[in-house]
């Protein structure tokens, strides 16, 4: 199977930005484009990179936190501990609504054939 890197960053990128966009919504924050585009390519970087180079630690749980956490401070800043904790909340409940909708829409669209097979 042949993997496009260029087409999983530029997909990660726009799926990143989104979730990013509505994290802010729900937050009721309003982060400049620049802010939101710079995290947003550092979520889309750090997912290409995981097909470009081979790197033991990109696919352990720390180094996904990590990124995430980089990826909503550079998006909204720190604001102290207690805004940051809501904002990481509130990016990954986002996060897995939109794989869940994702999972179901995929779910949804799967042939499934005939129902007396």
Do not use: C, E, Q
Request: net charge positive.
């Amino acid at each position: 199977m042949i993997v496009y890197v260029d087409l999983v960053f530029l997909t990660n990128l726009a799926v990143d930005g989104t979730v990013l966009l509505t994290t802010a919504k729900a937050r009721r924050l309003r982060p400049s484009k620049r802010r939101v585009l710079a995290s947003a390519a550092i979520g889309a970087g750090y997912a290409a990179a995981m097909f470009w180079a081979d790197v033991p630690h990109l696919y352990s749980f720390g180094a996904k936190l990590a990124v995430s956490a980089l990826m909503v401070a550079v998006a909204f800043g720190y604001g102290g501990p207690l805004a940051f904790a809501r904002n990481i909340g509130t990016f990954y409940a986002v996060s897995f609504a939109t794989l869940g909708g994702v999972v179901g829409a995929a779910y949804l669209l799967r042939s499934s054939g005939s129902p007396w097979g």
